[in-house]
Every structure is written in C-alpha cells, then in structure tokens.
C-alpha cells in the first residue's frame, strides 16, 4: 500500500465520539475548501457504521450546502431512518462551525436474487497503455498548468491511480470537443476485503472528473486554469454490483446539458470484465469569471 492511500484510509477512519456522531478530519486540498468526494465518502462511513453487517451500500442522495473548512473538524450525525426487513435508511448531517455544510442519505440492502440485466460496456483502450498522472502532468507545467498546480494535482490524487481516456480538459483549452470523457481508475495498493471500504473509495474518487465532459462541450480548462469557476451542488450514486477500488474501474461520464451557471454530469462505473457496477449523476456550478 503507498504511503498516500494509507493517509486516505486514515481520513476515512472516523472517530465515534457517541452512538451515532463521529468526527472527520480533511486533508490538504487543490483549493482552498474541503474536496466534495472527501466529505461524501465521510459521511456514507458513518452511516454505514450504524448498519447491521448483513447490509450493503445499494444508494445515496447527497447536497453539499456551504463551502467546507479544510483547517476545521467536521463532525457528522447520524439518523437511523428506518430498520427494515431487506432496507435500511440513514441521513447524516455533516456540520462545522456551527452549520451544516453537507447532507447525504444512503439505504442499505440485504443480498438477494433477482431479475438481472445492464448497459453494455462501452469501448476503452486497456488502462496499462494509458500514461499515469505522474507522466502526463508534468507535460503541461508552465505551459497551460502553474507549476504549483501540477504539483498539488499530483499530490492530491497519490491515492489513487486515474488515467485519462484522451486529453483532458486542461489539455484541450479552446477546442469544443463531444461532452464525453472517460477514466480508468483504481487504488494505489490493495485494500481490505470490506466492501463499505470499496463503495467510500469508490465515491471519493467519483467526485474528481465528473464534470469534465461539461468543460470539453465548451473548451474550457477549468478551475486549474482559472477560466471557470465550480462547485459540486448534489450528487447521487447507485451501486449495483459488487466491485473492488484496487481493481481497474472505467468511469464513462457525459453531459446532457449546461445551463443557468449550472452543469450536469451523469456517468456509469464498470469493471475490467464489463460488469455495469454504478451509476453516477452530478449537478454542479459552473461559472465563466467575469473580468
């Protein structure tokens, strides 16, 4: 396991400070607030903690409500809904300083047999042909990317290995490209067999490049290259296979529309064999600067 994943787990090994109230802790960001996948991951940690062990993560309904201190606790609530025969039910409330700055529900599912079909996996290239994040940042330093941005960049996705399918949008500045993008990603290292541990990875990463295919519509860079400003508004995952983060994930994403100084992302999560394991929509800010 690198030393960066082990410091990602560690984030999200809360503490219980009372039953059903546990506190978290951030970690440096690319900007200045606490990174939205951090959060959500946090929180569906301390719901899953309030679910007997025969359940699984099967959803989640999340609204991220005020900008996230990265130098402060965050201290996450937890209520037991509902305990149902096959379902469980928690919302959790995530709050500092006084306010709420996150609310998520999440339902759990005991494992049954049922009727069983999906989306076909769309084409990709084998994610080992693909250039790592340490090969291809680099390339735009003092180019379209500062090089401080590059660094913190890298430093922020040490965790985790993502590889772009095509060029990403800060590669593609004035170019409108098809609202489209892919990744593959996975861990860097493997991890334990416990799968609330693999659905919370799984959503950490999934707030990274959701929006993009809405800045590749436009041939924008995004907030990297300062030429739009963004923010993650809601979100909501359905996890409908089993699936390990430490093994390759294709993460297909695109956008059906952009609109008001708001974007929408939606996307489905496969594994390396073609197994559709979750679908993913996003709505989030995103604003051209005005001069």
């Given at each position: 396991?690198?030393?960066?994943?082990d410091?990602?787990?560690?984030?999200?090994?809360l503490?219980?400070?009372?039953?059903?109230?546990?506190?978290?802790?951030?970690?440096?960001t690319?900007?200045?607030?606490?990174?939205?996948?951090q959060?959500?991951?946090?929180a569906?940690?301390?719901?899953?903690?309030?679910?007997?062990?025969?359940?699984?993560?099967?959803?989640?309904?999340?609204?991220?409500?005020?900008?996230?201190?990265?130098?402060?606790?965050?201290?996450?609530?937890?209520?037991?809904?509902?305990d149902g025969?096959?379902f469980?039910t928690?919302?959790?409330?995530?709050?500092?300083?006084?306010?709420p700055?996150?609310h998520?529900?999440?339902?759990?599912?005991?494992?049954?047999?049922g009727?069983?079909?999906?989306?076909?996996?769309?084409e990709?290239?084998?994610?080992?042909?693909?250039?790592?994040?340490?090969?291809?940042?680099?390339?735009?330093?003092?180019?379209?990317?500062?090089?401080?941005?590059?660094?913190?960049?890298?430093?922020?996705?040490?965790?985790?290995?993502?590889?772009?399918?095509?060029?990403?949008?800060?590669?593609?500045?004035g170019?409108?490209?098809e609202?489209?993008?892919?990744?593959?990603f996975?861990?860097n290292?493997?991890?334990?067999?416990?799968?609330?541990?693999?659905?919370?990875?799984?959503?950490y990463?999934?707030?990274?490049?959701?929006?993009d295919s809405?800045?590749?519509?436009?041939?924008?860079?995004?907030?990297?290259?300062?030429?739009?400003?963004?923010?993650?508004?809601?979100?909501?995952?359905?996890?409908?296979?089993?699936?390990?983060?430490d093994?390759?994930?294709?993460?297909?994403?695109e956008?059906?529309?952009?609109?008001?100084?708001?974007?929408?992302?939606?996307?489905?999560?496969?594994?390396?064999d073609?197994?559709?394991?979750?679908?993913?929509?996003?709505?989030?800010?995103?604003?051209?600067?005005?001069?």
């Amino acid at each position: 396991m690198s030393e960066a994943l082990d410091d990602l787990l560690d984030l999200l090994d809360l503490e219980r400070i009372e039953q059903d109230i546990f506190r978290g802790h951030s970690r440096p960001t690319i900007v200045p607030r606490v990174f939205g996948g951090q959060v959500a991951a946090q929180a569906l940690v301390a719901a899953g903690r309030t679910v007997p062990d025969d359940r699984t993560a099967h959803s989640l309904h999340a609204y991220f409500l005020r900008m996230g201190d990265p130098g402060a606790p965050i201290v996450y609530t937890v209520d037991r809904i509902r305990d149902g025969r096959s379902f469980a039910t928690r919302r959790v409330v995530a709050v500092q300083h006084g306010q709420p700055i996150f609310h998520l529900s999440a339902s759990f599912q005991v494992h049954e047999e049922g009727l069983d079909h999906q989306a076909s996996m769309p084409e990709a290239p084998d994610p080992e042909t693909l250039p790592t994040a340490a090969e291809r940042l680099p390339e735009y330093a003092g180019n379209t990317l500062h090089p401080e941005i590059v660094r913190r960049m890298l430093e922020a996705r040490a965790a985790v290995d993502i590889r772009y399918v095509g060029r990403p949008p800060y590669a593609s500045i004035g170019e409108r490209r098809e609202p489209h993008s892919q990744v593959w990603f996975r861990t860097n290292g493997k991890l334990a067999d416990d799968p609330l541990l693999h659905v919370c990875l799984a959503t950490y990463v999934s707030d990274m490049t959701l929006l993009d295919s809405v800045l590749l519509a436009h041939g924008r860079g995004g907030w990297a290259v300062g030429d739009v400003v963004g923010a993650s508004l809601d979100h909501a995952m359905w996890f409908h296979r089993p699936f390990r983060a430490d093994e390759w994930l294709l993460y297909d994403q695109e956008s059906p529309s952009a609109h008001g100084g708001r974007g929408l992302g939606q996307a489905r999560i496969y594994t390396q064999d073609g197994r559709l394991a979750i679908s993913v929509i996003q709505e989030g800010v995103v604003r051209v600067p005005r001069d």
